[in-house]
Nanobody, 124 residues
């Protein structure tokens, strides 16, 4: 089992940058595929990015490719999401999630553990 705690959200102007982080408890962090999801008010929670166990492979939703970068540090049990060129439509609560399976996927059902979320607001 793993517990996840996000941090680093906040308010930023359009075009700006923000980095959100997720700290995981437990000694098996490197055995999980890690993902970031987001949920805007009145909308479904959607996939943003995922990273493989070793960090060698990443996967992004189309709308954030080239702007967002996911990374992980297995020695520190952390996974980060660097967000650049932010747009108002990126405004949402951002959630960190852990997937114990083997496939790098955008499916929410594959992620068993979730953090409490951190708010990111992008003003126009």
């Amino acid at each position: 089992q793993v517990q996840l705690v996000e941090s680093g959200g906040g308010l930023v102007q359009a075009g700006g940058s923000l980095r959100v982080s997720c700290a995981a408890s437990g000694r098996t962090f490197s055995s999980y595929i890690m993902g970031w999801f987001r949920q805007a008010p009145g909308k479904e929670r959607e996939f943003v990015a995922a990273i493989s166990r070793s960090g060698s492979r990443t996967y992004y939703r189309d709308s954030v490719k080239g702007r967002f970068t996911i990374s992980r540090d297995n020695a520190k049990n952390t996974v980060d999401l660097q967000m650049n060129s932010l747009k108002p439509e990126d405004t949402a609560v951002y959630y960190c999630a852990a997937n114990p399976n083997f496939i790098l996927t955008s499916s929410r059902n594959s992620y068993d553990y979730w953090g409490q979320g951190t708010q990111v607001t992008v003003s126009s």
